[in-house]
């Protein structure tokens, strides 16, 4: 690898830091999509059909897919009809606007309860991404364990992410393992489980941008094409999944990826599905 490409990760992977095996993910048909709970039934019924629909769908994936090099902006779901970009709130939630809509998608009640904010979906939104990112870099009782400037660790985001009962680890994406570790996340998104992943760049922009600065999240993969959320635009970007895992591993030619990946060129971190709890 080019010195120019060298990421911070690509050293925590060599020293097999946060490299463990990737997780297996769950079946296809078992965690894809959250089932309806039946009180929910009539509620739902009484919404407008596209509100309905959102509501069930929040990450869009029943849609047909964006169309490489022309993004389309994801809309929370509202009860009320005003339409509100799924959006960070500011520089720091990028990772917890990915939480807030990860949890919307694996839970029905939630994603209704988040459409009927008193005061607007985009407000309930922002208020969702505070909640995530503090629980994201607090600890028991409260206690500060991540500065909160700095966005959301990876290791916070996987103790707090969850898709339905599916909980999540997180693996670093770097050196050898960096194939092995996005296939595992490819082969997720494809049975219907999203998955987060963290992006930077390299040495070649300096030691700042050589580890990870953003969050986005990898929302489906059909037929090669893999479709992404960016928080940062609050879009929907659909890429190559062969550019998605060239830029694992440190190349830089992919035009379509960067944008999906909020400007970096690297995905070089992951959280991936561990296990489902009831």
């Known amino acids: 690898m080019a010195a120019r490409t060298v990421r911070v990760t690509d050293v925590l992977a060599l020293v097999g830091a946060f490299a463990g095996p990737a997780s297996v993910p769950p079946p296809v048909g078992r965690f894809g999509r959250p089932e309806v709970p039946g009180d929910l039934v009539p509620a739902l019924d009484a919404l407008a059909p596209a509100v309905r629909a959102r509501v069930l769908d929040p ?11 022309r993004p389309r902006t994801l809309v929370l779901p509202a009860s009320d ?23 919307l998608a694996g839970d029905p009640r939630l994603a209704l309860g988040l459409s009927r904010g008193p005061h607007g979906v985009g407000a309930a939104f922002a208020a969702a ?33 969850r898709y339905g009962r599916v909980r999540y680890g997180h693996r670093v994406v770097g050196g050898r393992t960096a194939r092995t570790v996005l296939g595992a996340a490819v082969e997720a998104a494809g049975a219907g489980v999203p998955v987060p992943l963290y992006t930077g760049g390299d040495l070649a922009g300096g030691v700042s941008t050589a580890v990870p600065r953003h969050v986005v999240l990898l929302t489906t993969v059909r037929g090669g094409v893999a479709t992404v959320y960016e928080p940062s635009a609050g879009r929907l970007h659909a890429v190559p999944v062969a550019g998605l895992v060239a830029g694992a591993r440190g190349r830089r030619d992919d035009r379509l990826l960067a944008p999906a990946l909020g400007g970096w060129p690297h995905v070089v971190w992951a959280l991936l599905p561990r296990d489902a709890r009831g």
């Open 81 to 103: 009809g005003v339409v509100a970009p799924a959006r960070q709130v500011d520089e720091r939630t990028c990772g917890a606007a990915v939480l807030a809509l990860l949890a």
């Open 129 to 161: 991404q505070r909640v995530l990112h503090a629980r994201a870099t607090r600890g028991p009782g409260g206690l500060p364990l991540w500065p909160a400037a700095l966005g959301t660790p990876p290791w916070g985001a996987a103790r707090v992410a």
């Open 59 to 69: 990450l869009g994936r029943e849609d047909p897919p964006p169309v490489p090099g």
